[in-house]
């Protein structure tokens, strides 16, 4: 079974600081791994993924095998990072399905 | 380009009542899907269409029905509703290149009481 472990339900950092997301999953095989944003009055929409290796809005995301973890990492936090953060997984390789954890609510204080 | 269009938006219902949430997209995906998302509980599949003619059950299916109208369209249907039910609902949908890239529809707030 799959499963996605998001430890903080909200995370309040300020303005300049920075932000780690924490995420960590459980899986036998061998995962790809996302983060997904819901910005306030928006729909959720994918920030990024592990294969892509890319930074997103400053956040970046690595894959640490050995801790099982997938954690956001963004240096310096902005006001309008204030969101709800998804970590999710999905066994890599043609169709699958993706797992979604709870959700991290992140607050950025001006 | 809609992308994922959901209605209605807001629902309230009543115990024992039947509705049928409406999803469509335009994106020419192969993949369909039903999330509901409570709090604490992130987001939790309910059903999927794999393809056109194709539905599987999800994580949390009981008390759902879906349907697979066409390549455009997924519904989800609730029989005889219940508190339980009560939740944010999303669809999905990804391409085949692609599937576990999900875009989202902005949502139906239903409410049963």
């Known amino acids: 079974a799959q499963r996605v472990t998001q430890p903080e339900k909200l995370l309040s950092v300020f303005k300049g600081a920075p932000v780690e997301l924490k995420c960590n999953y459980s899986?036998?095989?061998?995962?790809?791994l996302f983060w997904y944003v819901q910005y306030s009055r928006q729909r959720l929409q994918l920030l990024l993924r592990h294969i892509s290796r890319e930074s997103i809005k400053g956040f970046t995301a690595d894959l640490n095998k050995g801790e099982t973890s997938f954690h956001l990492k963004k240096p310096f936090a902005q006001e309008e990072d204030s969101a709800m953060y998804y970590c999710?997984?999905?066994?890599?390789?043609?169709?699958?399905?993706?797992?979604f954890g709870i959700g991290t609510k992140l607050q950025v204080i001006p | 380009n809609a992308g994922v269009t959901q209605t209605p938006k807001f629902q309230v219902l009543k115990t024992g009542q039947s509705m049928t949430l409406q999803c469509a997209q335009d994106?020419?995906?192969?993949?369909m899907y039903w999330y509901r998302q409570d709090p604490g509980m992130g987001l939790r599949l309910i059903y999927y269409?794999?393809?056109?003619?194709?539905?599987d059950k999800g994580e949390v299916p009981n008390g759902y029905n879906v349907s697979r109208l066409n390549k455009r369209e997924f519904s989800l249907r609730l029989e005889s509703a219940a508190p339980s039910q009560t939740s944010v609902y999303f669809c999905a949908s990804s391409e085949r290149n692609r599937p576990q890239v999900l875009h989202f529809g902005n949502g139906t707030r239903l409410t049963v009481t």
């Open positions: 994106m020419n995906h192969n993949s």
């Open positions: 269409s794999a393809s056109e003619g194709t539905t």
């Open positions: 899986y036998s095989g061998s995962p790809e």
């Open positions: 999710a997984l999905s066994p890599s390789g043609g169709y699958q399905k993706v797992t």
